[in-house]
């Protein structure tokens, strides 16, 4: 949740990095509204939000059934074999430059290993998940929320 200096409140993922990204005109990250680029920005937005976020969450819960979980990391690793083949286009999600699609992609992907779920085969993911990995400013944050030494 991001709450503004008014009192207003922002409440999901992408919503809030798009207006953050909008509002420090970081086009980039998300690009210019009405423009193609933006549109496919959103749209991964959406597929790692409903189609990846959402499918981990089953995997965290202790009381999903084992076989339950089971056949639910079966079908995320099928998205993830999917994403894989995406990557081979280049090297984020939209071609060759960053934006805040890749960034909430990062994330997720990171909860792989919390899940057991076995991704270290999936070449383009990993390549993604290294590059990502090295950029100043996510190498900033990740030491900001303790994840690195």
Same mark, same amino acid.
């Given at each position: 949740?991001l709450e503004?200096?008014?009192?207003?409140?922002? +409440?999901?993922g992408?919503? &809030?990095?798009? $207006? &953050?990204?909008?509002?420090?005109? *970081? +086009?980039?990250l998300? /690009? *210019?509204?009405? %423009? @193609?680029?933006?549109?496919?920005? @959103?749209?991964?937005?959406n $597929?790692?939000? %409903?189609e990846?976020?959402k499918s981990? %969450?089953?995997?965290?819960? #202790?009381?999903?059934?084992t #076989?339950? !979980?089971?056949?639910l990391?079966?079908? =995320?690793? !099928? !998205? @993830?074999e999917?994403?894989?083949?995406q990557?081979?286009?280049? /090297?984020?999600? +939209?071609?060759?430059?960053? %934006?805040?699609?890749?960034a909430?992609?990062?994330?997720?992907?990171?909860?792989? !290993?919390?899940?057991?779920?076995? &991704?270290?085969?999936?070449?383009?993911?990993?390549?993604? =998940?290294?590059r990502?990995?090295?950029r100043?400013?996510?190498? *900033?944050? @990740?030491?900001?929320?303790?994840?690195l030494?």
């Open positions: 949740m503004l200096a008014d009192g207003f409140r922002l +409440t999901e992408p919503v &809030i990095a798009q $207006y &953050i990204a909008d509002q420090a005109q *970081a +086009t980039q998300m /690009p *210019a509204a009405g %423009t @193609m680029a933006r549109y496919r920005v @959103m749209e991964w937005q $597929y790692v939000s %409903t990846l976020h981990f %969450t089953p995997l965290f819960h #202790n009381d999903v059934d #076989n339950a !979980k089971a056949a990391a079966a079908l =995320l690793r !099928k !998205k @993830m999917w994403l894989d083949a990557l081979q286009h280049g /090297p984020y999600l +939209t071609g060759e430059h960053f %934006t805040a699609a890749d909430y992609l990062f994330v997720v992907l990171g909860w792989a !290993k919390f899940v057991k779920l076995d &991704i270290s085969d999936l070449a383009h993911l990993q390549a993604f =998940l290294h990502v990995a090295a100043p400013a996510v190498q *900033a944050a @990740m030491r900001a929320e303790g994840l030494g």
